[in-house]
């Protein structure tokens, strides 16, 4: 993987490697820091982290891993994210810590931890980090005003994504809410990856990519966009679905589980989401099982006398926070849409595969196969 590294890659890995020997070899002399590793989708921050974990867990020493989001966890060793880790508060309190306890065996653990890596953390609150870099001084019992109980960490990712989500909050709100206006920022090195690994020079893709970044960088392009001639558009999402899955392919697919991999329709609204579902279902071979929520209210008799809530009402209402009503399968492939287990690889995102058996005496059996 050393080998693999561009110049810019193996600059940021010589920085990171060089701190954590450094504070091995002396730790007294060792000044609080941390790194910030900044870099589009396709630098090579990923293949970074991956590299950084094998060359320092060859030398046994431990690195912890952790990201904002389940779906990045998958990319990276141990599966986890922040919130899983570090225990957390799900509230934003600017006062609150981790519950994570001095003689437990994860303080244990991050007490011998040598880097700690965190990526997608411009999407995270910056009172997440607060609660982190407060509670690991305390574990490691040092100063407040170290940097996350002086445990080398490399924090990473692009601003160019997503920011922290305030409820009901302003663009105002949700800037002051980034790490970069958190306590902890002016203590950061900023590393840069401006390189693209995923495409070499004159490739096709290279028009594509400067194009993405101009809608960033690009000040005098606001309003409406017009797509370049070489996107292909369509109108209708039946037209969509044709195109990146033709029937042939969705045949194969209940066959092969490997045959959707690197195929994706990604849309604004839950809504478009279950169209799309909705379409593809339908094209699929095999025979369609349809299971409805069992959906009452809990009345007392004299409500229940005057307000009657039709079952057909009931599963009318789909929310974005609850599972829909009716659930439409067929055997094959499906998405989870909520995190099971992380552990065993089963977060958002995750492909299965269903096998059905309606011949249990309990109704029916689900067997799920991750794809």
Request: aromatic share 8%.
């Amino acid at each position: 993987m050393k080998a693999q590294l561009n110049p810019e890659l193996k600059k940021c890995f010589k920085e990171i490697v060089n701190i954590v020997e450094q504070y091995e070899s002396n730790p007294r002399r060792y000044h609080s820091s941390g790194f910030f590793l900044q870099g589009a989708a396709g630098t090579g921050r990923t293949f970074l982290y991956n590299c950084l974990c094998s060359y320092l867990g060859a030398l046994g020493k431990i690195v912890r891993c952790v990201t904002s989001s389940g779906i990045a966890a998958q990319l990276l060793p141990g599966d986890r994210t922040a919130h899983s880790r570090f225990m957390i508060p799900l509230s934003n309190g600017l006062n609150s810590g981790c519950n994570i306890s001095s003689n437990s065996p994860l303080a244990h653990l991050i007490r011998k931890t040598s880097l700690i890596i965190w990526d997608v953390v411009p999407m995270q609150h910056k009172s997440s980090f607060k609660a982190v870099n407060w509670t690991l001084n305390g574990i490691c019992h040092v100063s407040d005003s170290s940097l996350f109980g002086k445990i080398r960490t490399v924090l990473g990712g692009d601003f160019a994504q997503i920011l922290p989500v305030v409820r009901r909050g302003s663009r105002q709100a949700t800037v002051q809410a980034c790490i970069q206006h958190s306590s902890i920022w002016n203590s950061l090195q900023v590393l840069r990856l401006k390189t693209s690994i995923r495409i070499e020079a004159h490739n096709s893709n290279e028009i594509c990519i400067g194009f993405l970044k101009s809608l960033v960088n690009d000040l005098n392009i606001y309003g409406k966009i017009f797509l370049p001639e070489y996107i292909r558009k369509v109108e209708t999402v039946d037209l969509l679905c044709d195109q990146l899955y033709p029937r042939a392919l969705l045949d194969e697919a209940v066959k092969s589980h490997s045959t959707l991999i690197g195929r994706a329709i990604l849309a604004f609204k839950n809504d478009t989401v279950n169209d799309f579902n909705h379409s593809l279902l339908d094209k699929m071979p095999g025979t369609e099982h349809r299971f409805e929520a069992v959906n009452k209210v809990e009345l007392s008799e004299e409500a229940a006398a005057s307000e009657h809530y039709a079952v057909e009402y009931l599963q009318s209402i789909n929310l974005a926070s609850i599972s829909s009503s009716s659930l439409r399968l067929k055997v094959g492939r499906v998405i989870l849409m909520r995190n099971l287990s992380p552990k065993y690889g089963m977060c958002n995102g995750t492909r299965l595969r269903l096998e059905i058996n309606r011949n249990c005496l309990t109704g029916s059996y689900f067997r799920w196969q991750v794809g």
